[in-house]
């Protein structure tokens, strides 16, 4: 199919103001690559169709458009390393230094009083660090990319989801880094807890999916809204146990563990520490077993869900706006 056909198929265009404003919808995700392209070169103004769409439908229309989704984050992920020499090599590299700086600061020099200090840490630190990268990166989304939403319809939710999914591409890699020093300290894991890790992901996802689609739309309204994210997730750091041990946490706050897990990242920190660091020196309390972490992460979850749900909600109310707002 040629691409002015392709046009014709998926656009049309009405006189308003004595100017061409067009109304471009994408109905097919192949046809998505054209119209950026129409769209970055045409100097006609666009303004965007806006519909009504359920929650069920929006979540529908991200499905359909998955393949828009995962060419917009292998194009984040070449942005990221365009005439890097090592390119993805330096997903690998941040971890491993992570590993070689804290075991001289820490276990050399400081003496932290954790055993195997940098593994404890960076069981935590990984999950952290997809976590903080989606959200960084996620929030500035749609303003980045207002070339594409002022022209063309397409569902913006894939902006900041592909932040999330690039975000995710490197904490598998850094992951591999944490895999090897497990393997060459033959480091005993607790594998117990081993076959919780996909659901602590999964809440992950969520998680940081749905505070991203609620921090990219507000950040085209809020322009502060980057500088805002963090700060907030500086002090965020400090209150989920990853350079301290969880009991050390709840000492602070008189015992009150409840108060602790409030914390939607604590469990899922504290599920990737029991599964990677295991039980090693005593650090992770013995006491707390598989259905400990089992409940907290299903209580993530059902919230994360509930949160992702009103995002989809909120960043519909708002996208109708959102071409005029850039």
Known sequence: MTGARRLRQTARFVPFWGRDIGLIRAREPHALAFLFHMASSSGT??????HRTTLRESVREIVTHH????NLVRLELKAKYKASALGFAWSLLNPAMYLVVFYIAFDVILGAGIPRFPIYLLSGL???NFFTA???SGTGTVVAGQGRVKKVWFPREVLPLASVGAALVHFFLQCLVLIIALTAVRHPVGWAEVPLLPLALFDLL?????????LSAANVYLRDMAHFVELALLAWFWVTPIVYPFSQLTKAIGGRAAIALINPVTPIVLTFQRALYGSFGHVMDPHLGVTWYLR???IVMVAALLLAAVALRVFNRLEGNLAEEL
């Not at 103004?45 to 806006?50: A, K, L, S």
């Not at 393949?67 to 995962?70: A, K």
């Open 134 to 136: 989606a959200l960084t």
């Open 206 to 214: 969520l998680l940081a999916s749905g505070l991203a689609l609620l």
């Open 296 to 298: 907290n992460l299903l």
């Open 45 to 50: 103004i666009q303004r965007t169709i806006t």
């Open 126 to 128: 990984l999950v952290w």
């Open 67 to 70: 393949e828009l989704l995962l």
